[in-house]
């Protein structure tokens, strides 16, 4: 199924798709099947955590939070009290 979200999306979709093949690193596509569902608390797919302590995460990660795509709730950066 496919939904038509309208022209504003559909940019963001293609901008987004564009950063991410440029920024993610090469080795990390080859760790898991990206694709499966992990369910936190729950299921984890086999080899997830392997893939969640391997180097190029990080970097994909870092990548993230650099371009202010995903913030981590637990960075010191940003505690306050």
Request: overall charge negative.
């Amino acid at each position: 199924m496919e939904l038509d979200l309208g022209p504003e999306i559909e940019q963001f979709r293609h901008e987004l798709r564009g950063w991410i093949a440029e920024h993610a690193p090469p080795a990390l596509a080859g760790l898991i099947d990206w694709r499966t569902v992990a369910i936190p608390g729950g299921y984890r797919a086999t080899g997830l955590t392997n893939a969640l302590r391997h180097p190029a995460y990080g970097q994909w990660e870092q990548a993230l939070k650099d371009a202010r795509l995903i913030w981590h709730q637990r960075d010191p950066a940003h505690h306050h009290r």
